[in-house]
């Protein structure tokens, strides 16, 4: 295993409904993927005789940017 940073991702939603007629509803969500948008760096250089030996040069870009996002549901 490689030691290295962390990963710290918040995925954080909020839903709420609303009461319309009889048997409907209205719903309202709001949904943040990776809330924070912090930077998830690399492993540190692991190549010895490097000058950069033990230094984070890069981000890992499998984790998306922040990503937001609204639904409104009508339920009848």
């Not at 954080?12 to 709001?30: H, K, S, V, Y």
């Not at 990776?34 to 950069?52: E, K, L």
């Amino acid at each position: 295993t490689e030691l290295g940073p962390g990963v710290n991702n918040w995925d954080i939603g909020i839903a709420r409904t609303f009461p319309t007629f009889e048997r409907q509803r209205l719903e309202f969500r709001f949904e943040m993927f990776n809330a924070f948008n912090r930077a998830h760096f690399d492993t540190p250089n692991r190549t010895m005789p490097s000058p950069i030996f033990g230094r984070v040069t890069n981000t890992l870009l499998s984790i998306p940017n922040r990503d937001l996002q609204f639904a409104l549901k009508y339920i009848f």
